[in-house]
């Protein structure tokens, strides 16, 4: 059937037919583009949170023991310092097993959590310090003290920032620093082994082979 519009336009019923495949077509590939790049987006996300909670719950079992084998170590150690130490090392330690099988972009930047939340914490801390029971005023270095060590004879109050802060932030950029290092020189396993050259030309002559059979 013709129409004798289209006929009178210049335009068959066959290049309307093609029209709307070409824009088929188009609607097609722009629909799987972007479920391709939610896809993508997801599975960053993902691996964001992953790295995230690797960083600062991974190190929850291992506390204990390692502070106990610090103690052993070094007895004259200060407690803030001996805690510190016990979750930058264990950061560290679970970022390199973590970047060993597994190598991803995200772990490189989850210290832009909870490091902004230490800074804005500690710039609240420094608006109210002054409020508190003079904190600032009786001490130069309050803010340094509060956050990184806090006076053990204030219980756990005194040590919050400390723990819901401070820690969190530490792991976190150690865990940063280990991931880009890794990148940088290679200390994760590759996800595919190359063959060597010899396996590999050999390998490349029998596909030549059976190519031309």
Known sequence: MEFPYLRKVGHSRGDIVAYFQIYNAAMHSDHTFIVGRLAVIGRRVAAFILNLGAAILGVTGFLRPFYKFLRLCFPSMPLTQREISTHVILAALVALAVTQFWSTTTAKWIWLVPVPLLLVRMAFFFVGAPLEDGIMGQHPHGLWNH????????????????NLFTFPALQATVYSCIAWASDHWGWHVPAETALPSSEGSQALSIAATRGTR
């Open 147 to 162: 956050f990184f060590d806090p006076d053990i004879s204030g219980g756990l109050p005194a040590r919050m920032d400390l």
